[in-house]
C-alpha cells in the first residue's frame, strides 16, 4: 500500500467489463482506484509519478481454481485420467508437512503472480483432516508474496474407493485392503477444524479469506454437506466444489442418488450464489438450469480436462444459461503450469471445435471477461478485484506494447487472448504495490524458495515411495474399472445410500 497517492499515466487501459481498451490516467490512493482519469486530467501534487507510455495496463488476472498442495507435483504424471489422478493423491499430495504449506503456497503464489495473476481461490488438501494452523499457514505464504486468495480446506468423509460405488469391490483382496488402511479423519473432526477455521481465521479478509471445498460431491456425505451449508452461511464464506468433472462422476453420481450430482446438491439446499463448481463437464441442460437459477458461479479448467482427457465443458451453452463463468488453471499435477494466459486461449479455442457457426463461439472479450471479473466474482471478491474501476483494488498488471506480441497493435484484447503468455509483463501490483517488476518477484527470494522446493520435493517423494508403489500395482484395477464404465462396459448397480 502506497503512503502516497500514485499517479499512473499515458497507460493505454484494458477494461474488461467493457470489453474495450483506450488511453487513460489511473489515481491510486491507500491500494485502490481512486480515479479513472482522461489522459492529460489533473492529479495531486503530492502523487507519486508512474510512467506507464507504451504499456497495457490491465486489471490482475483471477485464477477461479487451483490446489496449492499440488505445487509440488508439477510434470510428475504421465497419462492419468482423473481417477487415477485421485488414486495417486496419497503420494503426490500427501506427506506434506505444516511448513510445506506455506512453502506451497508461495511456489504457486511466485508462479501465478509472475504470469499477471493476482488473485486466487486455492482448493488445499490436507490428510487426514483440515487444520487451522495449515489453512493459516497456506494464507501467510500467500500474504508474504503479495497474493490475493481464498483458501478453501478441501473436505470429504469418504474415500475415492469408497467414493465410486462398486470400485473397492472390483479390486483384489490385498489391494482392498490397502485402500481400506487409507483413512479420512471423519467429518465431525474435520467440521470442527472448519468452524475454528472460519472463526478464528488471522488475517485480512479483503486479501486473504477463509472457504469451504467439500472437495467432490460423491466423496461427501448427505450429513456433511449440510454441516459445510451451516458453517459457511454462519461465516458468510464461500463455497467450491469439483462437480460432473468425469463421466464416472455423472454415472456414479446417478447410480448413488438416483439423479444427478448437481439435483442432488439442490436437493440438499446446498447451491447458493456463494457456490462454485469447478469444471461442470458433464451436465445436461437440467443441471445447468439449476445452477443459473440458483446463481452458482463456474470455474472453468480446460488446460486440466485436456490433460486429464475429462471432456469439453460446453460453456457457450453455461453463458447463454446465465451462469457466470470464471476460468481456472487447476493444479500442477494435473495442469503444469499456472498461466491464466495459457488458460484463456484454450478457453477461446475449445467452443471452436464444437460448431462450424461462429455466433456459437465465444470472443477474446468474453474469455478476458471471464479471466478477471467471472473469476473474481466466484471467488466472492467481485467489489475487491477482477476489473478496473472506481474503488476497485489496484490489482493492475503492465504489459509491454513493443514486444513481438503486441506489434502490430491492432486489438490489444485479442492479443492479450490469442497472444500473449505472460513475457510481456514489465510490472505486477496487488493493492497498489508492486509485487513483480521486470521479471523479479520483489516480496520472495526466489533462488531460496526454489532451492527449498526442490529439496522438500526429493525428500517427500522419497518418503512416498512405499505408498507410490503400492498404489502403483492397484493402478491397473482401477483403470479397469474406470475406462470400462466409462466404456459404458461396465454398469453400477442402482441408487445406493447416500
Ligand atoms: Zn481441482
Known amino acids: 500500500m502506497t503512503a502516497r497517492p500514485l499517479a499512473i499515466r499515458g497507460g493505454l487501459v484494458a477494461f474488461p467489463s467493457q470489453g474495450e481498451v483506450r488511453p487513460a490516467d489511473l489515481l491510486v490512493a491507500d491500494g485502490r482506484i481512486a480515479a479513472v482519469l482522461p489522459p492529460g486530467a489533473s492529479m495531486p501534487e503530492d502523487a507519486e509519478r508512474l510512467d506507464a507510455s507504451d504499456r497495457l495496463v490491465m486489471p490482475g488476472l483471477v485464477n477461479a481454481h487451483t490446489h496449492s498442495h499440488l505445487a509440488i507435483a508439477k510434470g510428475i504424471s504421465r497419462s492419468w485420467t482423473l481417477e487415477l489422478h485421485l488414486h495417486n493423491g496419497p503420494w503426490t499430495g500427501g506427506g506434506q508437512s505444516l511448513a510445506d504449506r506455506y512453502l506451497l503456497a508461495q511456489a504457486s503464489a511466485a508462479e501465478m503472480l509472475l504470469k499477471g495473476c493476482t488473485a486466487c481461490y486455492d482448493l488445499v488438501l490436507e490428510l487426514p483432516s483440515p487444520s487451522p494452523e495449515g489453512m493459516f499457514a497456506t494464507a501467510s505464504g500467500y500474504l508474504d508474496a503479495g497474493m490475493r486468495a481464498v483458501v478453501a480446506p ?106 444427478s450430482l448437481t439435483a442432488h446438491l439442490d436437493r440438499l439446499g446446498i447451491l447458493a450464489p456463494d457456490v462454485t463448481a469447478a469444471h461442470g463437464i458433464w451436465l445436461d441442460a437440467a443441471d445447468l438450469e439449476i445452477l443459473a437459477k440458483r446463481g452458482c458461479s463456474v470455474a472453468h479448467n480446460p488446460s486440466s480436462n485436456f490433460r486429464l482427457g475429462s471432456g469439453v465443458a460446453d460453456v457457450p451453452t453455461m453463458v447463454s444459461a446465465g451462469i457466470r463463468v470464471g476460468l481456472g488453471s487447476d493444479a500442477c499435477s494435473c495442469s503444469d503450469h499456472q498461466n491464466l494466459f495459457e488458460v484463456m486461449r484454450l478457453a477461446c479455442y475449445l467452443p471452436r471445435t464444437a460448431s ?89 527470494d526466489y533462488p531460496a524458495l526454489r532451492a527449498r522446493l526442490n529439496e522438500r520435493a526429493r525428500e517427500i517423494f522419497a518418503a512416498n515411495a512405499p505408498r507410490k508403489a503400492s498404489l502403483s500395482a492397484i493402478e491397473p484395477f482401477v483403470s479397469h474399472f474406470c475406462v470400462g464404465l466409462a466404456q459404458g462396459r461396465i454398469e453400477l448397480a442402482g441408487s445406493l445410500p447416500s
Open 356 to 444: 462450424f457457426d461462429p455466433e456459437d463461439w465465444l470472443t477474446p472479450r468474453d474469455i478476458f471477461e471471464m479471466a478477471t471479473c467471472g473469476s473474481a466474482r466466484a471467488l466472492g471478491l467481485q467489489d475487491v478485484t477482477g476489473d478496473i474501476r472506481r474503488g476497485l483494488a489496484a490489482d493492475l498488471v503492465f504489459l509491454d506494447l513493443g514486444t513481438v506480441n503486441f506489434t502490430p497493435l491492432n486489438d490489444a484484447i485479442h492479443q492479450l487472448v490469442l497472444a500473449e503468455e505472460g513475457r510481456s509483463i514489465t510490472r505486477v501490483m496487488v493493492g497498489g504495490r508492486t509485487v513483480v517488476q521486470d521479471g523479479r518477484l520483489l516480496a520472495i
Open 154 to 259: 478441501m473436505l470429504a468423509d469418504r474415500t475415492f474407493w469408497q467414493a465410486i460405488p462398486g470400485l473397492r469391490e472390483a479390486l483384489p483382496a490385498d489391494a482392498q485392503a490397502q485402500v481400506d488402511a487409507i483413512r479420512l479423519g471423519g467429518h465431525d473432526i474435520a467440521l470442527e477444524a472448519c468452524q475454528r477455521i472460519l472463526a478464528e481465521w488471522p488475517h485480512d479478509r479483503t486479501r486473504v479469506r477463509p472457504g469451504l471445498a467439500p472437495t467432490i460431491p460423491l466423496h461427501c456425505s448427505d450429513d456433511f454437506w449440510a454441516g459445510c451449508r451451516a458453517l459457511a452461511d454462519r461465516y458468510g464464506a464461500p463455497m467450491h466444489t469439483h462437480l460432473a468433472e468425469s463421466k464416472i462422476q455423472a454415472l456414479a453420481g446417478q447410480a448413488r442418488y438416483g439423479m
